[in-house]
């Protein structure tokens, strides 16, 4: 497979993962209820994001640090959100 094609398979799959996160960080903010919303898997799920994110750095892989970078924007929101309005 060439070079910018693996490249594009991964924002491919880095935006499709990041957008998940949209629809819930938009409910949460529009509703400010985080009733049904695991803190504890939030938390695991952001620690995950930061280790993906720092493994894109040190690789130098694009699309990895894009798309975490983004997700957890989206997951600290929802992450934080969560905290607050518990």
């Given amino acids: 497979?060439?070079?910018?094609?693996?490249?594009?398979?991964?924002?491919?799959?880095?935006?499709?993962?990041?957008l998940a996160y949209a629809p819930q960080f938009i409910k949460v903010w529009r509703?400010?209820?985080?009733?049904?919303?695991?803190?504890?898997?939030?938390?695991?799920?952001?620690?995950?994001?930061v280790l993906w994110l720092v493994y894109g750095l040190l690789s130098g892989d694009v699309p990895l640090i894009v798309a975490n970078a983004i997700t957890i924007v989206l997951a600290g929101g929802i992450?934080?959100?969560?905290?607050?309005?518990?």
């Fill in 79 to 86: 992450l934080f959100m969560k905290l607050k309005y518990g």
């Fill in 31 to 49: 509703t400010r209820s985080t009733e049904d919303i695991s803190l504890g898997m939030f938390l695991v799920m952001l620690l995950g994001l």
């Fill in 1 to 18: 497979m060439e070079p910018i094609a693996i490249k594009l398979l991964g924002f491919a799959a880095a935006t499709c993962t990041t």
